[in-house]
């Protein structure tokens, strides 16, 4: 079978690999499409070499369909549609004896320390599958993972129907935590600079400001009665979006940090202190949010599909990732490792 491998020096390299037949508690999925995100531009580079055991099949977002059932695996036949929770965690640290497993201490995620969906099939434990509704598109179920990521988000918020919340960054995440604060009853506009993105989320019916041609903090405090926002997402990763988002907020407001920051940022506490501002860390996700991802995606709720912008098949792995660095009109890349007949099934 055909299998991308980040393989260091920026290199991502297709080769051939026997498939790994499913043991006991384990099934094999033949993938559909895996999506790239942000890590694994930042493990292409380098970044990560600490963490990533080189040759690393990458790849966390994803779909598919079962291709074999290994013993003792109840509830699950070849054929059903599934994607992947990639998060394994070990039971015993403090975080997992608390009940924030999806934290654990010495977390497995899936396509970052261990082997990912880049590849036609791919063997995991059963306990990590999401059942996929049939019929609903494998191509949008693709994008079942970031949406976890932003329904995580929202609910970390506490974003409540009736509130105003600012999301700082439209790319997809960006995107996606307004589409699900939205699907809340939220009012929201999202702060993108970038003209293609802010095209695209305006596409989906959401509200954009340009932050080089609007003042944010003006803006909000216009549109809720001087009250500013009860909740900003900061998405960007840069230190501009922490001072819009900490701007935005009004008393009492609620920063909700998504983005990952390479690098310690400047936070103006007086701002802090004086609003009673709460700051909130939000990773990854929990099962129910990612239950809650598959129901908005399978019922239209997110258009998830319509961020993506392009699809390359397994072969041209490389490309998919230049294609995504390349900036410009391009959100969401997939790669698709279908083979034969399953090529069909979009």
């Not at 599909?305 to 230049?322: G, H, I, K, T, Y």
């Not at 995504?324 to 698709?336: A, R």
């Amino acid at each position: 079978m055909r299998v991308a491998r980040y393989t260091g020096n920026g290199t991502i390299a297709v080769g051939e690999s026997d498939p790994l037949p499913p043991g006991r508690g384990q099934v094999q999925i033949a993938v559909a499409f895996t999506g790239i995100c942000g890590t694994d531009l930042h493990i292409r580079h380098g970044a990560m070499d600490g963490r990533v055991r080189v040759p690393a099949v990458l790849g966390h977002e994803m779909s598919g369909r079962i291709a074999a059932v290994g013993a003792d695996v109840a509830d699950w036949s070849v054929g059903d549609p599934v994607t992947v929770m990639p998060l394994r965690w070990c039971d015993s640290c403090p975080a997992c004896r608390a009940g924030h497993r999806h934290v654990c201490q010495r977390l497995n995620f899936l396509g970052i320390d261990s082997p990912g969906a880049m590849q036609e099939r791919w063997t995991v434990p059963a306990e990590v599958l999401v059942r996929i509704p049939e019929g609903t598109p494998l191509r949008g179920a693709a994008l079942v993972e970031p949406v976890a990521v932003a329904v995580h988000d929202v609910r970390r918020a506490g974003l409540a129907a009736g509130e105003f919340a600012v999301v700082v960054g439209g790319g997809p995440i960006g995107v996606l935590i307004a589409c699900v604060a939205r699907s809340v009853g939220a009012d929201v506009v999202l702060v993108e600079p970038n003209p293609h993105r802010r095209k695209l989320a305006e596409g989906l019916g959401l509200e954009t400001l340009n932050p080089q041609e609007t003042d944010i903090g003006g803006h909000v405090e216009d549109r809720t009665g001087g009250a500013g926002a009860a909740v900003a997402f900061e998405v960007s990763g840069a230190e501009p979006g922490v001072t819009t988002a900490i701007s935005a907020l009004g008393v009492r407001g609620r920063m909700v940090v998504v983005g990952i920051h390479p690098a310690p940022r400047a936070v103006n506490l007086q701002q802090v202190f004086w609003r009673e501002l709460s700051l909130i860390g939000a990773r990854v996700y929990e099962r129910a949010d990612f239950e809650q991802a598959v129901r908005l995606v399978a019922d239209g709720t997110i258009p998830a599909d319509r961020l993506v912008s392009r699809v390359q098949p397994l072969a041209s792995a490389a490309d998919a990732f230049s294609a995504l660095e390349s900036g410009g009109d391009v959100m969401k890349v997939l790669i698709d490792c279908r083979v034969g007949e399953e090529s069909v099934d979009a």
